[in-house]
């Protein structure tokens, strides 16, 4: 079933076209991923997804519009707030409105995540990949419809990415819930997402994640790694 | 004497938790510009209607959110940096304050440096009703101003409007600004603000144990500024006030520091 549809999706930024004429569908209960060289819209789309920023499109739900909730590619860490990791990663499910099942309850995440030793802790005294898995805690354990995450992998050690993983795969099969992640990781995407965006400004590929890497190989230039020709 | 201890207990219970989203929220000076901002409107309301509290009460809310309005506004036309906007305008409505009192010959001294001993039965209402009423609104919007102030990301993807609880947060301070002003002077509003809740930060483990540990170094440093100020009958009780609860501040954090290094 057909989650949420963009047609024609355009987006400027002070004079400068950062989106032109995106043309997608998310399916629910898939895992979406969004590759594409740095600087080339991927965080601006999921702001747009958000309702952060005007476009000159409307983005149709299938039935209500979905409930959309984000994990920023950096989410800063509030200097000197005493907050436990339990505390932090609870401040998720203090929205207002939200009347769906959340991804996971608090107890469920913490286990999942392997966030048990280390709740009671300060949000201050943990390294950066405990930190990283309390963000991607925080946003599981809220009610949405469609869960953006902007490089949740990030700091994440190769055991931590394979339950983030297999986490995301279990709850689109079991809860229903429907991922859209931005990576740079081909490995994992190609274990855990069903399809994959290749996205610089406009929509280079879409399709499965192993015939979107292969385009992505090609299209690399061997010598400089760049990606302005993709422009 | 025991006028002023019960007079700053009732302060301290309220301005302390304000000052604990200023700090997050990482508006501290700001606190400190709209507090001097209020002085306008209370001037204006002294004028009009003399020393009655509600007037007062109101005239400072509106000053005080007019200031901000005016602040943000000026900031984003003419295009200056807000910490410039800040500051000519909160100068603007604290001198016109200053001025338009100094023309009806008021005591000002009492207005910029406290005066706790002689607090009327009036004010000492005031402060008794608005320390329940700011505990009352914080427990109502717990979550949504902590949420604005921990992490205004979040609170705007979980349907929070940012500006609808910096609202909430100036108009409380602003009214705040009333009882304030009586102990410590208008321009010594940081030693409730700010001073306590940034002397609680290193011991708090939780957001509700930061709050109430903000009122315990409040009324720490109030009490023992009373005792300082009642040395001398001709000492103010804003400056004894806010140098007692520096002298907190700088033993909590020294303490703190002692501890870690040790550890």
């Given at each position: 079933m057909e989650l949420l549809k963009a047609s024609n999706l355009n987006f400027s930024r002070e004079g400068r076209?950062?989106?032109?004429?995106l043309n997608f569908s998310i399916q629910s209960q898939e895992i979406l991923g969004l590759a594409g060289p740095?600087?080339?819209?991927k965080s601006t789309l999921f702001e747009l997804l958000m309702g952060w920023h005007e476009h000159k499109c409307e983005l149709v739900g299938a039935g209500k519009a979905p409930e959309v909730t984000l994990l920023q590619q950096n989410v800063i860490?509030?200097?000197?707030?005493?907050?436990?990791v339990e505390t932090f990663i609870e401040?998720?499910?203090?929205?207002?409105n939200r009347q769906s099942d959340p991804a996971m309850s608090l107890q469920d995440v913490l286990q999942a995540l392997r966030l048990e030793a280390i709740?009671?802790?300060?949000?201050?005294?943990?390294s950066g990949g405990q930190w990283r898995l309390a963000c991607i805690a925080r946003v599981l354990v809220q009610s949405a419809d469609l869960y953006l995450l902007d490089e949740?992998?990030?700091?994440?050690d190769l055991a931590s990415e394979e339950y983030v993983g297999h986490l995301l795969k279990d709850l689109t099969a079991q809860k229903q819930k429907t991922f859209f992640v931005i990576s740079h990781d081909w490995h994992a995407m190609e274990h855990f997402f069903d399809r994959v965006i290749l996205l610089?400004?406009?929509?280079l590929a879409d399709g499965p994640v192993r015939e979107v890497g292969q385009i992505y190989s090609n299209w690399r230039d061997p010598a400089s790694h760049s990606w302005m020709h993709l422009s | 004497m025991l006028t002023a201890l019960e007079a700053s207990f009732w302060v301290s219970r309220f301005a302390a938790p304000l000052g604990c989203f200023l700090i997050f929220r990482k508006l501290s000076f700001f606190g400190d510009a709209l507090g001097h901002s209020t002085m306008a409107g209370i001037a204006v309301a002294y004028l009009v209607?003399?020393?009655?509290i509600l007037p007062l009460s109101i005239g400072a809310a509106v000053s005080g959110i007019l200031a901000a309005f005016i602040f943000q506004g000026a900031s984003k036309v003419f295009q200056i940096s807000s910490d410039i906007a800040l500051t000519v305008t909160y100068s603007t409505f604290f001198a016109l304050g200053l001025y338009l009192l100094s023309q009806e010959h008021v005591h000002l001294d009492n207005y910029l440096?406290?005066?706790?001993?002689?607090?009327?039965p009036e004010m000492l209402w005031f402060v008794r009703i608005w320390a329940f009423v700011v505990w009352f609104v914080l427990g109502l919007r717990w979550k949504a101003l902590w949420l604005n102030a921990a992490d205004p990301d979040l609170a705007r993807s979980l349907g929070y409007s940012r500006s609808l609880q910096d609202f909430l947060v100036i108009s409380l301070v602003a009214i705040s600004v009333v009882g304030m002003i009586q102990a410590v002077g208008v321009v010594l509003l940081t030693a409730y603000l700010v001073i306590p809740a940034a002397a609680a930060l290193p011991w708090a483990r939780s957001l509700k144990s930061l709050m109430v540990l903000s009122v315990a170094f409040a009324l720490a440093g109030s009490f023992m500024g009373i005792l300082l100020a009642a040395l001398e009958?001709?000492?103010?009780s804003g400056p004894c006030l806010a140098l007692t609860s520096a002298i907190l501040f700088a033993a909590s954090h020294g303490l703190r520091w002692i501890l870690r290094s040790a550890s």
């Open positions: 076209l950062i989106l032109e004429n740095n600087g080339g819209g860490k509030p200097r000197s707030i005493p907050l436990t401040m998720g499910t203090w929205g207002v709740r009671t802790k300060s949000i201050h005294e943990v949740p992998l990030n700091h994440l610089n400004r406009r929509i | 209607f003399g020393s009655s440096m406290g005066d706790l001993w002689n607090i009327n009958p001709a000492w103010h």
